[in-house]
């Protein structure tokens, strides 16, 4: 544990609001949002300025401490969650929430690490432009959060992750150094991209403060469609016909089984389903025009969805003919995890594998899991034009105790999934990250070059293990 004259330097530091000692407050922080992971820490700091994050970088360096960024507290992978045994503070971006500078003339806004997706969305959209990354955690997840998992989400098809939007960094580094990398240059070749190191380094190697974003010019019209299929090759077919006839206008385009969407109209209140027909698989699309001089996307879905049911891969679809009616084929996108966690105990796998692969892996991992682990049921949804799903495996019905399931079965079903994907030439996380949900997995699969190369990047950055200890990299008996 951590001992009160230490928590007092930080006190004194900070100012009493920057440091959050009653356990009622600081409770809440130390699980994660699935309640896999339980962690301690005695308390929260939550320095207000790039130049506080240093200060208190600086003396937990000075007092030997270990810190765990965090934002929102929305990992799916127990990410943001402290160790067990109290070792380490939660360092909380939370008091760093302002947009700096939001210029539609450059296409850039700057926001520091706190602010919250949906604050980016709205400040965006009210200067004629928006930030092109949504997910289901956009009202609580935070910019550097997102910019610390490489997060994806529904526009990665014609967007790209954070990778692809990040355009300049700043951050403390675990010696309490400051890298001022916002400069959003163009063309910048001073060697190693540090910028692109710190993405997706799950705050193990400093803590973000501020990111300076890509933005693009506001939608001027849209179409949401909703299309029932019979199998995910029919819905590859159809994004590769959407595609084809409408070009980069697709924006979204994600996937989910029946039995899915049945989850969602059972637990997520004012929900219907979009079409009548109960089809084995859905697909929800939409296309965007920039351009309001376009013919309308409304008009230009029909004709591709007229040429789907022309080709006998479509079923059954809806259009949506107001924005109301499309937001709310979104909520049932956006409502899929919550609503697979208020079916019951389940394992979750965040997986890729190459595109062309995808439909064939989610029939036959999902009855391969099926046959394997009797009473279990599999299936995925998600992000198949970027060969991304969430694959879960739920416990068998009338399993009550889920944590003794999962300690029951969660290695050997983890195993499983994660020996098929990489069979299949995948990666065991296609956007949520490793964390401590998925280290040891790490550990067993990767290739020896890679944790050679994960090992020598975190000790070059943070040589005391200082930063997000127990998260990302493997430990040696892991490996
Ligand atoms: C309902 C739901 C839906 C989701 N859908 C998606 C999805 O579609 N796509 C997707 O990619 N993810 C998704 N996620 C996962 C999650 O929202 C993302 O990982 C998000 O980026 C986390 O942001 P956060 O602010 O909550 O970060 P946290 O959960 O607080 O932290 C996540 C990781 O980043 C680190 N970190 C946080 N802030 C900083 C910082 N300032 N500097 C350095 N490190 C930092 C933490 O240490 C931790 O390792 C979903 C989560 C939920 C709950």
Redesign the pocket.
């Given at each position: 544990m951590i001992e009160q004259q230490h928590i007092d330097r930080f006190i004194a530091l900070l100012g009493p609001k920057g440091v959050t000692t009653d356990p009622d407050d600081v409770r809440p922080w130390t699980s994660d949002?699935r309640d896999r992971y339980h962690g301690a820490a005695a308390a929260i700091l939550s320095p207000a300025s790039t130049q506080e994050v240093a200060a208190t970088v600086a003396l937990a360096a000075d007092l030997d401490i270990a810190l765990?960024?965090?934002?929102?507290?929305?990992?799916?992978v127990g990410?943001?969650t402290p160790p067990a045994d109290g070792s380490a503070l939660i360092l909380s971006?939370r008091r760093m929430n302002r947009i700096r500078s939001l210029r539609a003339d450059d296409n850039l806004a700057v926001c520091e690490?706190g602010v919250i997706l949906s604050v980016l969305h709205d400040a965006a959209e009210d200067a004629g432009r928006r930030f092109p990354l949504s997910?289901?955690?956009k009202g609580?997840?935070?910019i550097?959060?997102?910019?610390?998992?490489n997060?994806?989400?529904?526009q990665v098809l014609r967007h790209g992750t954070m990778r692809a939007l990040v355009e300049g960094i700043e951050?403390v580094l675990p010696d309490g150094s400051i890298f001022d990398g916002l400069d959003a240059l163009k063309k910048d070749n001073r060697g190693y991209d540090i910028k692109q190191l710190l993405i997706g380094?799950?705050?193990t190697l400093?803590?973000?403060?501020a990111a300076a974003l890509r933005l693009v010019p506001a939608i001027a019209a849209r179409a949401v469609g909703w299309v029932g299929v019979q199998t995910p090759a029919d819905a590859l077919a159809l994004l590769r016909l959407t595609e084809t006839m409408l070009g980069d206008s697709v924006e979204g385009f994600e996937v989910l089984a029946d039995e899915t969407l049945g989850f969602v109209l059972g637990h997520i209140p004012g929900t219907r389903a979009p079409i009548e027909t109960r089809t084995p698989w859905h697909v929800l699309v939409e296309i965007d025009h920039a351009d309001l001089s376009d013919p309308s996307p409304a008009e230009r879905l029909e004709g591709a969805l007229a040429e789907a049911f022309e080709r006998g891969i479509a079923i059954d679809a809806a259009i949506a003919t107001n924005e109301a009616q499309a937001d709310a084929f979104w909520r049932i996108r956006e409502s899929l995890?919550?609503s697979e966690r208020a079916q019951g105990p389940a394992l979750q796998y965040d997986i890729s594998v190459p595109v062309a692969k995808m439909p064939a892996f989610m029939i036959e991992a999902a009855a391969a899991a099926q046959a394997r682990f009797p009473g279990t049921t599999a299936s995925s949804f998600g992000h198949l034009g970027d060969g991304n799903v969430h694959f879960h495996v739920r416990a068998p019905k009338g399993t009550s105790d889920g944590p003794a399931w999962i300690a029951a079965e969660g290695q050997a079903i983890n195993a499983f999934v994660h020996d098929a994907v990489v069979a299949a030439g995948g990666s065991i996380s296609a956007?949520?990250?490793i964390?401590q949900m998925k280290r040891a997995e790490l550990g067993r699969l990767a290739s020896p070059a890679r944790i050679a190369a994960l090992c020598a990047i975190k000790a070059a950055f943070d040589p005391r293990g200082l930063f997000?200890p127990g998260?990302l990299i493997p430990l040696p008996d892991e490996i």
């Open positions: 949002w765990v960024p965090q934002g929102g507290n929305t990992s799916m990410g943001a971006l690490a997910l289901g955690a609580s997840a935070t550097g959060g997102l910019v610390s998992t997060a994806g989400g529904t951050a380094a799950e705050g400093g803590v973000v403060t995890s919550e956007e949520h990250g964390g997000n998260k």
